[in-house]
């Protein structure tokens, strides 16, 4: 069974390829499909991919196939017909709402996306500044990072490369100012350098440990370091 946004999007697709012979970009899919950002595509398209709607074809840009089309889309015509699903509307005492039910429920996290500020680069190698860039904002499943405050940063450099952090990476971050020891935090030291790395504290020192043995633990006095947040998940884009 595909949800609503996915045979949308497969009915763009198909028809896309019948009118043009290519398939349509990420943009393209974004705004026909009404969606904020190009993550929610991703899904969706993973989605039908999963259940044998789609395939992607290997070494070629925008190079999707459809394999098959749901029973209900097609009409006699050369296209899909509209979306008519079968259904008898009407509920007995006790059935949950349609918003409830299992389906509408896997529509809803594949659409809805949490917006969070995007706080810039931060190195994972040697310290620099992170900027926050206003124009910016990342896309993310509300399911990925729980309740609290967030912010994204994109991760510069090496130096957490054993903790699974690789140079590219986006860091989700929540906000706080504590954290324990062991943790992946983002460390202010000195009012001016920013940085990701474990956090160990040991009287009034604190330590600023990679993952990496190509790079020292840094040591500061306790009064050198402010916790700006600690990691909360990694994003990937392949």
Known sequence: ???????????YIDRHLKSRGVSPSFDEMKDALGLKSKSGIHRLITGLEERGFIR???HRARALEVLKLPENSTDGTS???RFAPNVI???FPGEPEASDTPEAMQET???ATLSVPFYGQIA?????EAVRDETRTFEIAPSMVGRGRHYALEVSGDS???AGILDGDVAIIEHTDTSENGTIVVALVDD????LKYLRRKGDTVALEPANPAYETRIFGADRVKIQGRLKTIVRQY
């Open 160 to 162: 957490m490369i054993e």
């Open 89 to 91: 509307k009407g509920r």
């Open 1 to 11: 069974m595909l949800t609503r946004k996915q045979y949308e999007l497969l009915q």
């Open 124 to 128: 994972a190698g040697l310290p620099i």
């Open 192 to 195: 001016e350098e920013v940085t």
């Open 79 to 81: 296209g899909p017909s």
């Open 56 to 58: 992607r074809l290997p």
């Open 109 to 111: 996290e594949e659409t």
